[in-house]
């Protein structure tokens, strides 16, 4: 009974001692304009001391515009890397991180200049809130829609005026009232295939999308793979895991044999630039 009575005091003090579960970032943690200060150095020509930048998805592809920082920049499209983003256009390469409230923007050419900067986006000071008016921007951009969109641009803009009054109680009830609205506009977006499924899991019932959804994540960390490519590739794979979530159970094979066949590919692309397949 000692040791019985030992190993739960032990257990109970591992699970005490365990940090928590790091929350996992969803598209609408990304989107919309941040603002801050960017330091250039080692560029021929540098671009603005400061600069609003827009994180978007549209359709399904996310993007970052880097033309208001000046110095030629332009938008670039992004692909998922490790819990961040990345990009590349010609000699252009970006990283995106999340910090708990700022995004960090990191930007390389292939000269040796580069770009960063901390950004911050505007904020109701209720988080919950703030990643609603996130997806009713991504909603705004989906054209797959087959009904009305749920969110109305205008009445979120006042919407957002009051909440950022709120406090106490009153914004506790705003914020479980947002998350509520939010999960239903992220669901609708899902079924348009205009945002991925929250949860990568669910849906996947067959063994080769599966096994595609982890060689389309190591091909996104082979940068000797061409960006167009692997951004066309990365693509390939949101298509077939989406059919795989909603696959019924006649079609779900079929969907299978084309992840196959679609992960087939991905290591050969791998292989023949040197990265692990």
Do not use: Y
């Amino acid at each position: 009974m000692r040791w019985l009575l030992a190993l739960g005091l032990a257990t109970a003090s591992a699970a005490l001692a365990a940090p928590p579960a790091q929350q996992l970032l969803g598209w609408a943690d990304w989107v919309g304009d941040w603002n801050g200060k960017l330091k250039w150095q080692s560029c021929a020509v540098e671009g603005e001391p400061s600069a609003s930048l827009s994180v978007d998805a549209t359709d399904g592809a996310v993007s970052i515009d880097l033309t208001p920082a000046g110095g030629a920049l332009g938008k670039l499209s992004l692909v998922e890397d490790n819990g961040g983003w990345t990009g590349q256009q010609g000699d252009v390469n970006v990283r995106l991180a999340r910090g708990k409230t700022d995004l960090d923007v990191a930007v390389r050419l292939d000269s040796g200049c580069e770009v960063k900067g901390t950004l911050s986006r505007a904020t109701t000071g209720i988080p919950a809130c703030d990643r609603l008016a996130a997806w009713a921007r991504i909603e705004s951009q989906c054209s797959k829609l087959a009904r009305p969109p749920l969110e109305n641009p205008a009445r979120l803009a006042r919407q957002r005026r009051t909440w950022t009054k709120s406090s106490g109680e009153a914004r506790a009830k705003l914020a479980d009232q947002c998350t509520a609205r939010s999960a239903k506009v992220e669901a609708e977006l899902v079924d348009a295939g205009c945002a991925p499924h929250p949860d990568p899991a669910i849906g996947m019932r067959g063994a080769e999308c599966q096994a595609l959804r982890g060689a389309g994540a190591r091909l996104s960390r082979c940068s000797s793979v061409p960006f167009d490519l692997r951004e066309a590739l990365a693509r390939e794979v949101v298509v077939l895991l989406a059919a795989a979530q909603g696959a019924d159970k006649e079609s779900l094979p079929v969907v299978d044999a084309e992840c196959r066949r679609t992960r087939e590919k991905l290591v050969t692309v791998a292989q023949q630039a040197g990265c692990p397949p």
